[in-house]
T-cell receptor, first 116, second 111 residues
Framework: ETGVTQTPRHLVMGMTNKKSLKCEQHLGHNAMYWYKQSAKKPLELMFVYSLEERVENNSVPSRFSPECPNSSHLFLHLHTLQPEDSALYLC???????????????FGPGTRLTVL | QKEVEQDPGPLSVPEGAIVSLNCTYSNSAFQYFMWYRQYSRKGPELLMYTYSSGNKEDGRFTAQVDKSSKYISLFIRDSQPSDSATYLCAMSAYNTDKLIFGTGTRLQVFP
């Protein structure tokens, strides 16, 4: 595997279900991100982990819970979601600022989530 | 006012046309300007990166930044059907991990 991988690629869940999204990066990066992509909206940054510490949480509802057990893996745990949470969830990774002059983020293919 | 404004399109052009994609922004602290390309059912991939003002060329692609007008552009020469994708502009201030994205412009190049 190369780059950034995400599983599952598609997920349909009911509002009462609990599920998890998984992201793995094979690039030796030390920062990882979760984004939400909805139609006709900019990518919304949800969470940032730098050196496995959460450094940003952009007012995301508590029904989304991230976990970063090491610098290569990132999870997004989902529970009691709403239909408006249906979107493409993208994971990205990069070097932390200061190690490179700019923040080039490498994205995974995303998980298409549908909440019924 | 949004930090970054981008016309969502769609933009439909014939093969061989010159395409111009644009974004405006409001935050004068932005120093790094990027264009990502996103094919259907894929994640965004970095296409071009520019630091501060000026032009940068890479093959058929040219990125321009005008910081005085807070305006960035991506030009695609001799457009090909394989260029059909959504193009997202992104920008950041110095030494930050936060990228601010535009909504993306969907481009279709027809043969």
């Amino acid at each position: 595997e190369t780059g950034v991988t995400q599983t599952p690629r598609h997920l349909v869940m009911g509002m009462t279900n609990k599920k998890s999204l998984k992201c793995e990066q094979h690039l030796g990066h030390n920062a990882m991100y979760w984004y939400k992509q909805s139609a006709k909206k900019p990518l919304e940054l949800m969470f940032v982990y730098s050196l496995e510490e959460r450094v940003e949480n952009n007012s995301v509802p508590s029904r989304f819970s991230p976990e970063c057990p090491n610098s290569s893996h990132l999870f997004l745990h989902l529970h009691t979601l709403q239909p408006e949470d249906s979107a493409l969830y993208l994971c990205a990774s990069s070097y932390i600022p200061g190690q490179r002059s700019y923040n080039e983020q490498f994205f995974g293919p995303g998980t298409r989530l549908t909440v019924l | 006012q949004k930090e970054v404004e981008q016309d969502p399109g769609p933009l439909s052009v014939p093969e061989g046309a010159i395409v111009s994609l644009n974004c405006t922004y409001s935050n004068s602290a932005f120093q790094y300007f990027m264009w990502y390309r996103q094919y259907s059912r894929k994640g965004p991939e970095l296409l071009m990166y520019t630091y501060s003002s000026g032009n940068k060329e890479d093959g058929r692609f040219t990125a321009q930044v005008d910081k005085s007008s807070k305006y960035i552009s991506l030009f695609i020469r001799d457009s090909q059907p394989s260029d059909s994708a959504t193009y997202l502009c992104a920008m950041s201030a110095y030494n930050t991990d936060k990228l601010i994205f535009g909504t993306g412009t969907r481009l279709q190049v027809f043969p």
